[in-house]
Nanobody
């Protein structure tokens, strides 16, 4: 079973920073991309940032210039550095991974359990 374990969420004041981490473990042949999504109460889950194994990134417009996604391929870990946080960033943040577990197997998407980020004074 593939598991994605997230850490780094919590309560922070407006203008502050947090760094989220997500480590993938289990039987994995290769990870092709990892990303972060978020969902606030009453809203749909939305893409925040994504990075491919080759280092290609994309961000939702609302976080461009404030958030930075990176990964350590050797550790199967993705990070999200969040700066200049706003109350509107408050949400549950979910890690995901696009991966293949075995050679010739299907390419599937897996999700973490989510971590709460609250931006409030």
């Amino acid at each position: 079973q593939v598991q994605l374990v997230e850490s780094g969420g919590g309560l922070v004041q407006p203008g502050g920073s947090l760094r989220l981490s997500c480590a993938a473990s289990g039987s994995i042949f290769r990870i092709y991309a990892m990303g972060w999504y978020r969902q606030a109460p009453g809203n749909q889950r939305e893409l925040v940032a994504r990075i491919t194994s080759g280092g290609i990134t994309n961000y939702v417009d609302f976080v461009k210039g404030r958030f930075t996604i990176s990964r350590d391929n050797a550790k199967n870990t993705v990070y999200l550095q969040m700066n200049s946080l706003k109350p509107e960033d408050t949400a549950v943040y979910y890690c995901n991974a696009d991966l293949r577990r075995v050679v010739g197997g299907p390419r599937l998407t897996y999700w973490g359990q989510g971590t709460q980020v609250t931006v409030s004074s």
